[in-house]
């Protein structure tokens, strides 16, 4: 799993099997999940709609890390594609009536196309250009769904009321825990492509871009080529997540995707650990619940602490972030790592 | 007044929402979600934060008066939960916080949700789960809809016939108008504008010679308003929420230009419209009401505002007294809890309802002399009427009559 960590120390392979076990194990429990507590309403419907919402931004920043974590490219506009990927599924299941499943991957060919497209011309930019062009088109999207013209697909600023489906095979699960197998299930996936693509020779070249574009480039790696697949992965990834995100939470609207979104896969990216997989999971945690947990953090700090100003929702966020940053540059998953090799071996006199 | 006589106004209030405790034998008590022998729980959604937290003081009065019901001893015997979270006016966290409501904190109804894109995002939800979604802070006309949807129950007069009367009104007293229209651009400002076209009649269409949009999400409407000036219009449709309310006439100050003024009824605020806007640039502005503006010294007398200034002075101190938001939190969480006294013991959800659609001549507190709440099982818009009046000094003066669209659709 840790296979392409930039802090990945060389792991013996007991640990690497302890690791794979646990992994596995966590898991099956998180697959047994729904079953366990069937309908008792123990872990509520809302519940499993959050965890479903988390594995989706997992996905969303898995899709971010690989082309900036491994790839190096900025990207400040995958929210677009987060968008572009959810009114996809929307508008096939509402207007067309297409099974839930066939959206995946329509969304996923979109989404590849559209990124492809875009990373094509933009991939001339460097760094900060690219940046805000993929800005550019975070700004853009919201605007485009609610467009005059594209108004009987988009229903425009009102949004799309979706129905969740049932489970099939007459389970006994909700329509909340169904799909939250679903998108379980999905995400395996996706992390598991995900692995073994780094692990592939493509895989190895889209590092070696990332560390040295000219030297890849001298060694026979078409740069250009190989930066536009990325970015269209990437977008697929994100589209994938949009579309599931579209399905579980049963509603879309230009509102649901604002540029503000593109800033949070970022910075669960960042957060996670932008060059590795792990890093995704705690980035999809980071987004789903930190950044509500924050919202309301600091209302209870304010009343705590009778604050004579009004402390707005993001202050906590922010400072959180900064100390984050500060403290683990290489992200979360960065910081454990290098965590467990501190404690591993323990450094003289340490 | 005394603190004693206060205490009397309050205590003979609570006393109304309260029943005899002899209830018969027979009644037998049935309970969905959110109801028991010591409680029910109401769910409610406001926008506390964003570009329309300015209504958020409609939801901190609609907690105050369920607190005052509780410090009298509750309805019916039993407590009220107010759980109210904010969905800064926002669809998607809408969506998610009525889920929370109903799947975690298992209300027994969600009350007044404030916004039409917020109310339409919850809607169809609302409706599968038959969950009430009752007495909305939005007068779209698509909320009374028993046919399609049973769970759904708009309030205040809805903003199709609100919008026809103005144009009825520029008709009949300025044949030659020159019509500029500043729109929300969602499905709010969309009814408006639709209503306000029917009033016009097809023939007259042409007389609207601009029409300008924003987005809820715009930091401000400058530009259109000086578009709208630019058009050469002499009348003003303002179809805005209280923030762009306040900007649209700060800055038609500024740019003087003095058309005739209408302003629809959502941004009949003195407290958040006006005031901020400036009063001496709110002058003449006309706007259609059903309620009592509660500070004009007219009805000082009137008992329901003495009530509401009792309430206020008890239960928000601190508030601002010539914000509208008390005054409609005040009014339609007292149609609820006639609502929930009608429906006695029998705490279903689909009871709830069946009395939500059987208020009969009912005089929620602050409506205009002659303005009741009426509903049927096919009339689910509960106010229908409303009177014109124009900003004078520092209230609203009414004129004309009251003017009335009973339709059953």
Known sequence: MTAVTSTAPAAAEGSRNLTRTLLLGLLVLAAALPFLVGKSGFISNFTFLQLSLMIVYAIAVLGLNLLTGFNGQISLGHGAFFAVGAYTAAILIEQFGVNYWLTLPAAAVLCFVIGYLFGLPALRLEGHYLALATFGLAIAVPQMLKYKHLEPLTNGVMGINLLKPDAPFGLPLSGDQWMYLVVLVVAVGMFWMARNLLNS????????????????????????????????????????????????????????????????????AVVGGVASLPGAVIGGIFVQFIEKYADAMTKKLTQAIHLPLELQPWTLYGITLIVLIYVMPGGIAGGLAALWARLRRPSPGG | MTEMKRRTVIAGLGALAVTPVFAPAIAQKRYDDGASDTEIKIGNIMPYSGNASAYGVIGRTSEAVMKMVNDAGGLNGRKINFITYDDGYSPPKAVEMVRKLVEEDKVLLVFNPLGTPSNTAIQRYLNQRKVPQLFVATGASKWGNPRQFPWTMGWQPDYVTEGAIYAKHILSTKPDAKIGVLMQNDDYGKDYFNGFKQGLGAANERKIVQLSTYEVTDPTVDSQMIQLKNSGADVFFNITTPKFAAQAIKKAAEIAWKPVHYLNNVSSSFGSVLKPAGIENSQGIMVALYRKDANDPQWANSPDVVAWKAFMAKYMPNADMRDDGHNFGFSVAHTLLQTLKQAGNNLTRENVMKEAANLKGFESPLLLPGIKVNTSPTDFYPIQSVQLARVKGESFELFGDVLSNESTS
């Open chain 1, 201 to 268: 020779r493509p895989g190895r070249a889209m590092v070696a871009i990332r560390d040295h574009t000219l030297a890849a480039g001298t060694m026979g790696i078409d740069t250009a080529r190989y930066k536009a697949t990325v970015f269209g992965i990437s977008a697929l990834y994100v589209g994938i997540a949009g579309a599931l995100h579209a399905i579980i939470f049963e509603f879309v609207s230009p509102d649901s995707f604002r540029f503000e979104l593109s800033i949070a896969i970022l910075v669960g």
